[in-house]
């Protein structure tokens, strides 16, 4: 099904596409180090927490959780999901997961060579996993899981998550603290072990402030974006935000080009100029888009839809002088811990205890000014999808705005049906259009 | 109180809220909680009822659609239906602990929605290394920091050693209740043992004691034994509190041992304190309980690993059983969308294989209809070892 | 006169609507077969046939699954709004609508004018709509017409457990097998339907007054289950059917639809 | 004939109560099919199993009392009272399907309720698959999407084969996959192309099943949906392997029950039991409690 004649309507930010071609040449970077012998591992997306480790130890890293999106998006998910099958994993676990045991099944059937047919050249057999109990339960026991095909050790990022009003007891952010740098110095000993290389700690030193400023500037640039009207859309931010999530190439480079980003949107804020012909409504996007169906976002871009914040789990921590932090570990550990922990004392006031995850679009809809909220639970992912009905209420009862949800999945493709999200864009015009004089009415300033 | 033993039992599994609702008249205070993780000693040293709170899998969920996704485990979508519907009204608060996605969810989910004065929850590290081990240790302090406030008590070591035996008696006494499984016929049926673990659950621990007393001296006496039947099962699974499911599983076989949070699991072992209370209750609940929560390997080399070996390391407890119970088969038994659980399905099911025990993996949606084909799937299973 | 038609191309039945000014001046329902230009054709035709005199001048909006099929009108609108606008037509202080349909539940918070202001749409599960009740009223051999008023009559309602529609079929063959009252099994399924039905509209909140419309409307063993669930009496329109349809022609009439 | 087998002047049935279908078989000592009936199983199934049994008897020209022993299969296995044991469907179907080919190692079995998939050595059950949770994956979803194009069940076949381009079938709900093929339709595709689409959208499900269980040849297809011409072939192309049909599919339950009833038999005279026919009578069911 097709939603209509591929009318580009966005108008996308110059500067972002020397950042999403750094996906491209970061895989073909990989493929070749791959090829010279370079050690390599597979790693969950780690929210700055064990990436700056690899990078300093010089290992290329590549990331099963993309990879199986580009399994999916490649047509060929489905012959590993079916051996994932075969293999006995039950069909109800994150299809990510499940490509990737057929994939590994594969790979290891072939004496560790990648399959011809996987797209991008392949995941190599790497040289252990690096796994993150962060975000779901999925992101571990997935690799334990892995153990059936490949003998390689997995070290299990720790990720400490209290409860908003358990954080506030004595000691509990110390403890936090304590448990990631102890934990942080064991898995660098490990790699080392690993690796047979010891790790150049000014090294781990530049790179930890440089991805501290590599996410200052990115964390700036969504601040312009709620200008109005908005200058960068979501696509923007998704298309430009690989290398500050994993890391990508080198990150001075990575640096020059976000700091490039931030001066053409300011310079749009300046202007007044938008990212879509004519912003009629502000929308905030929870939690993974449909990667094959983004035009849809051109289709709604026309009626006037402009979306102005997005997915809470890509965005970066924000920006924490840690500079009287001399230890690079415990700099890294403490920033990382900032992604939930910076907003902690906020839910608390609000009294959302929900969680982050729910607190923080609360943050995003009032401080973006948004109309409504598009969400979009996964079938096959727990994770991404849990918090979105008490989300809506929330967003209805504290903050007058509605919620669109549409259902969609992150591997068979097919579940997200692009028509019926505008088919439903109508009557949701409506409902944001009452809302708006609701909101009003109730003294809200949008 | 009448009734004895299984009768009793009988009684409170039907009614399970009874007994901790007149002691909440009485004064006393209950706290819920649904998931073995979280240290009752610490609960029972403040004078505080812990209960076990369980889905119902005969009550359709209606409220829970509002607040959560439908694919999610329906256990804990059963349980915060109950909540919202005010089935719980007699607690006075709950503890959560961040066992799988669903625990840690649900929870904050409850915390929104219900408005019970007293509400804790739990972050679980997801490794058993030592500084994970003080984090948990750290986090028990935070949960006797707040428990402390809300009963105006204080925790004193004394108590809590007296609670940490009465628990460990009952420990003890849940295994004893599992020693009479082991000849054939069992002195005492799966089914039974179902409802008499859900009723310890539902009880203070004295009670809990007295009530698992009374099942042993009973059960060795009676004259009345269950029939040896086709086979001798092992069940491993996430939760199988209802007495349904398991007639189901043993309409033809016996199910001996059942390897799950409502049967052996959360009673293995004892807590055995050094120096520091908390931190021996620490060490036994991160390292003792085997669930899948836990991330468990073994490595040969710093890069090496082997798999045999690292199904020893994580299964190996289960040998013994399987010898010591004479097992025929294993179902593995699972709610749809424990995924905790269901990612180590094929690992589980090699190393039974290993053992050259046949398994089977059946996975159910937590509702009466879905017992019917449950029952085929047993009875085919015991077709195919004969 | 103005002269307003709105067609809704439903997924089972095709319905239209006839507007006469702001008069509702006939509507009519028939099967929406597998042809459905033809269906939306003969229900034009047996909308204007008999009129004293053609209308001069008829505006078109066709809406629901089928609406692309409806060639002689160019203009289609959202099915979710027709409803909002039928049901505020009938029901001006009605604050929630439900539309039992064949294929799927739909909740719609609508104001004072018709506008929407929230809505959701059941899951991808036949267990949640009117289909449901299709498929048993085939097990206990009755009409559709019969299902409400019998259902009313049942004294000890059976549990459906499953949430299947199709296995829910199987749960009422081994029933009626096992000698349980067809009204008991009817109400029963009610009742299944009724709780996944009040819980979607939990899921927007409820806001009273509270219409019901669609197919489902004329189960009163159905609404009388919902009225119960929410603890509100539902309003039901006479015709329930056609709400969505006359919805259409309310937009035609506006110049609304795209 | 047996001329020599003690058990010559014995017959043996088996009874298959499926969701769709009731099934009964009569062989005798050579295992020889004598008799082979089928209704439907509507609403009132149990009432049905004796009915159908009498049609067997009466067709083999047989009195209950000259029956041996009766198994009953099939999901409404419990509601025959007159049966001397129950077993699963499972192990009938891999018995009877032995029978026709003795060198299936997988079966795969789809019926109006729940799609299986067995593995099976010398016609002895060893592993299986089931699909029961969503009727999306059975023979239901032919039945009510056949419905739906208003083409009978044995229209699907013959439609089926006419397709240049089967379309995609997207929604798996077997309710809404009838809204789909509405929709299909009123967008100008074949109706052939929608039943070959359907039939590719099961298969593929199936497949997926028999896949984790791992397929080896010889594959046999059997159960109600094996009648269908069109979803053989569909199944040929989703397992990529070649497929047998056993000539009356909807009969293997039965007839491994029949069998299995059989093979008890022998097994018990080779124990040196005493053979006695146990006193029973047609009788209407007693109601299934579950338990
Ligand atoms: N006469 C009737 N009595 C009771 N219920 C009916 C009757 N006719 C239809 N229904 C119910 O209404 C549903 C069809 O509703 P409808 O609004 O026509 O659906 P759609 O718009 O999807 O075609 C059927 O599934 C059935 O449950
Ligand atoms: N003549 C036929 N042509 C095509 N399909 C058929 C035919 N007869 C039965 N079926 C299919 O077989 C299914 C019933 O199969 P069966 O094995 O008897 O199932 P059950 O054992 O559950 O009754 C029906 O759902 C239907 O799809
Ligand atoms: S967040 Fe979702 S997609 Fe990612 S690993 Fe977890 S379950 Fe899979
Ligand atoms: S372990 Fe499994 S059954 Fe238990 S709460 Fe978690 S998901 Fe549910
Ligand atoms: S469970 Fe039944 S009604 Fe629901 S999607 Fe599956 S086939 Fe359809």
Redesign the pocket.
């Known amino acids: 099904m097709t939603t209509g004649e591929k009318k580009r309507v966005i108008n996308r930010v110059k500067a972002m596409y020397p950042l999403r071609a750094k996906v491209d040449e970061s895989y073909m970077r990989s493929l070749e180090a791959i090829k010279a012998g370079k050690p390599t591992v597979w790693a969950m997306l780690n929210f700055c927490y064990g990436d700056p480790v690899l990078k300093a130890m010089d290992i290329e890293v590549v990331y099963p959780e993309n990879y199986g999106a580009a399994l999916a998006a490649a047509g060929v998910a489905r012959e590993y999901l079916d051996r994932a099958d075969a293999e006995g994993f039950p069909t109800h676990l994150c299809g990510y997961s499940r490509a990737n045991f057929g994939y590994a099944a594969r790979l290891m059937e072939l004496g560790g060579q990648p399959p011809p047919e996987a797209p991008m050249g392949g995941m190599p057999k790497p040289l252990f996993l690096l796994s993150s109990v962060a975000v779901c339960d999925a992101r571990y026991k997935w690799f334990q899981a892995l153990g059936r095909y490949l003998d390689v050790p997995v070290w299990t990022l720790e990720a400490p998550l209290p409860g908003i009003r358990e954080f506030q007891l004595k000691d509990c952010y110390e403890e936090m603290v304590r448990l990631s740098t102890r934990h942080l110095r064991d898995f660098i000993a490990f790699v080392e072990k690993a690796v047979g290389r010891k790790m150049d700690w000014d090294k781990l030193d530049e790179i930890a402030n440089l991805m501290m400023e590599i996410n200052r500037v990115s964390h700036e640039i969504n601040e312009l974006r709620k200008a109005k009207p908005c200058p960068m859309h979501s696509r923007d931010f998704w298309s430009a935000m690989p290398p500050a999530l994993f890391l990508l190439g080198d990150l001075k480079e990575s640096l020059q080009l976000y700091k490039n980003l931030y001066d053409e949107v300011a310079e749009r804020v300046k202007n007044g100029t938008s990212a879509i012909p004519e912003e009629k409504y502000r929308l905030v996007f929870a939690e993974l888009p449909p990667w094959h169906s983004l035009d849809l976002f051109d289709r709604l871009a026309e009626r006037g839809w402009n979306f102005v914040i997005e997915s809470f789990g890509y965005h970066p921590p924000p920006p924490v002088d840690l500079s009287h932090v001399s230890d690079p570990i415990e700099r890294i550990a403490r920033y990382s811990l900032q992604r939930m922990v910076s907003n902690y004392k906020d839910a608390l006031e609000k009294n959302v205890v929900a969680g982050v995850d729910v607190y923080i679009y609360l943050k995003y809809v009032s401080e973006w000014k948004c109309d409504g909220a598009f969400l979009h639970p996964l079938v096959s992912c727990r994770s991404a999808s849990t918090h979105l009905p008490h989300l809506a209420n929330i967003l209805m009862e504290r903050l007058k705005v509605p919620s669109l949800i549409v259902e969609g999945d992150i591997v068979d493709l097919r579940l997200f049906n692009p028509q019926d999200a505008l088919l439903r864009a109508e009557p949701f015009e409506e409902a944001m259009e009452h809302y708006r004089k609701v909101r009003r009415e109730a003294g809200f300033d949008w | 109180m009448a009734a004895k033993g299984l009768l009793r039992a009988e009684e409170v599994y039907h009614d399970p809220t009874r007994r901790v609702r007149e002691l909440r008249a009485k004064g006393k205070k209950v706290i819920g909680y649904p998931c073995v993780y979280v240290p009752l000693e610490l609960l029972a040293a403040l004078d505080i009822v812990p209960y076990r709170i369980c889905g119902e899998m005969r009550e359709p969920v209606t409220e829970a659609d509002r607040v959560l996704p439908a694919s999610f485990c329906p256990i804990m979508r059963s349980c915060l239906d109950c909540s919202l519907k005010g089935r719980h009204d007699f607690l006075d608060g709950t503890i959560t602990v961040h066992a799988s996605d669903p625990q840690e969810k649900t929870a904050r989910i409850w915390q929104s929605y219900t408005r019970l004065p007293y509400f804790h929850f739990i972050d679980m590290p997801g490794t058993t290394r030592t500084e994970a081990l003080e984090y948990f240790a750290s986090q028990l302090d935070g949960m006797v920091t707040t428990l402390e406030t809300f009963s105006g008590k204080k925790l004193s070591a004394d108590r809590l050693n007296k609670a940490i035996e009465a628990y460990n008696q009952q420990r003890l006494l849940v295994q004893s209740l599992f020693e009479l499984t082991k000849p054939s016929p069992p002195l005492v049926s799966g089914t039974e043992i179902v409802k008499v673990i859900k009723a310890v659950m539902s009880l203070p621990v004295d009670e809990g004691n007295q009530l698992l007393n009374e099942v042993l001296e009973e059960v060795k006496a009676r004259k009345e034994k269950p029939q040896a039947k086709r086979a001798r099962l092992l069940l491993w699974g996430s939760t199988t509190d209802d007495a349904a499911v398991m007639s189901i599983l043993e309409s033809n076989a016996n199910v001996v041992f059942a390897e799950d949070c409502a049967g052996y699991r959360p009673y293995r072992g004892k807590v055995i304190v050094a120096t520091d209370e908390v931190m021996a209750l620490a060490i036994h609940y991160l390292l003792e309980i085997t669930c899948a929560r836990t991330f468990v390997q073994s490595t040969a080399t710093p890069t090496k690993k082997d798999y045999q070996q690292d199904l020893q390391g994580r299964y190996g407890y289960l040998k013994s059983i399987i010898s010591d119970w004479k097992i025929d088969g294993v179902i593995l038994l699972l709610v749809r969308y424990c995924d905790p659980f269901a990612f180590e399905v094929p690992a589980v099911k090699d190393y039974f294989a290993s053992l050259g025990i046949p398994a089977t993996y059946i996975e159910y949606d937590y509702t009466e209809g879905s017992l019917a084909p449950m029952r085929t799937r047993v009875e085919a299973f015991l077709e195919t070892i004969g | 006169m103005r002269w307003c038609l709105g067609i ?1 191309i ?4 095709s319905k239209g609507a006839l507007l006469k000014g702001w008069e509702i001046a006939a509507s009519a329902i028939r099967l ?1 077969g597998i042809d459905h230009r033809t269906t939306a054709e003969a229900i034009r035709g047996e909308l204007l046939v008999g009129l004293e005199g053609a209308p001069q001048s008829l505006t078109v909006v066709a809406t ?1 699954v089928g609406a692309g099929n409806v060639v002689f009108t160019a203009s289609r609108a959202s099915d979710i709004v027709c409803t909002a606008r039928g049901i505020s037509r009938l029901f001006p202080e009605a604050r929630t609508a439900i539309d ?4 799927s539940t739909r909740v719609i918070k609508l104001d004072d004018k018709g506008m929407v202001t929230d809505f959701t749409v059941s899951e991808k599960c036949a267990a949640g ?3 449901f ?2 498929v048993i009223a085939n097990v206990l051999r009755i009409s ?2 019969e ?2 008023t019998l259902s009313l009559k049942s004294k000890s309602p059976v549990t459906f457990s499953t949430g299947c529609a199709v296995f829910g079929e199987s749960e009422a063959i081994t029933r009626v097998a096992e000698g349980v009252a067809k009204e008991d099994i009817a109400a029963g399924v009610n009742l299944a339907l009724a709780a996944k039905i009040a819980s979607l509209v939990k899921r927007v909140g409820l806001e009273a007054p509270c219409a019901v419309c ?3 409307a ?2 009163q063993g159905l609404v009388a289950a919902v009225e119960k669930e929410l603890g509100v009496k539902l309003l039901v329109p006479s015709e329930p ?1 056609t709400v969505t349809a006359l919805g259409a022609a309310i937009q035609a009439c506006f110049g609304a639809g795209s | 004939m047996a001329e020599a087998s003690p058990l010559h002047h014995l017959y043996f049935a088996g009874i298959d109560i499926g969701s769709t279908m009731t099934k009964a078989v009569i062989i005798d000592a050579a295992g020889a099919v004598i008799a082979a009936i089928k209704g439907p199983t509507g609403a009132e199934h149990r009432h049905l199993a004796n009915e159908v049994m009498a049609k067997a008897l009466e067709s083999a020209g047989l009195k209950l009392e000259e029956i041996f022993r009766i198994v009953a299969t099939g999901y409404g296995r419990f509601n025959v009272p007159f049966a001397d044991e129950h077993i699963t469907e499972l192990s009938c179907h891999a018995r009877g399907v032995y029978h026709v080919f003795p060198g299936a190692r997988t079966v795969v079995d789809i019926g109006g309720q729940d799609a299986k998939c067995l593995k099976v050595r010398e016609g002895r059950l060893v592993d299986f698959a089931m699909n029961d949770k969503c009727a999306a994956g059975t023979g239901r979803f032919l039945e009510l999407t056949a419905q739906s194009l208003g083409v009978g069940l044995e229209g699907l076949a013959a439609l089926s084969q006419k397709a240049t381009k089967p379309v995609e079938i997207s929604n798996m709900c077997t309710i809404f996959a009838q809204q789909e093929v509405v929709m299909r339709l009123s967008q100008g595709e074949r109706i052939e192309d929608i039943i070959a689409g359907l039939h590719r959208a099961l298969a593929e499900r199936v497949a997926a099943l028999a896949r984790r269980l791992g397929v080896e040849p010889e594959v046999v297809l059997t159960g109600g949906v094996a009648k269908n011409a069109g979803m053989v072939q569909a199944m040929r192309a989703a397992l990529g392997c070649d497929l047998l049909v056993p000539p009356e599919p909807l009969l293997t339950g039965a007839l491994g029950a029949a069998l299995l009833a059989k093979e008890h038999t022998e097994r018990l005279l080779a124990q040196g039991k005493p053979l006695e026919v146990k006193a029973r009578r047609l009788e209407k069911a007693t109601f299934y409690t579950g338990g």
């Open positions: 809704d439903g997924s089972a039945y929406s629901g039992i349909g064949a294929q709509s009117g289909r009740i299709e559709l017409d299902f409400g669609g197919g489902g004329l189960n059917r």
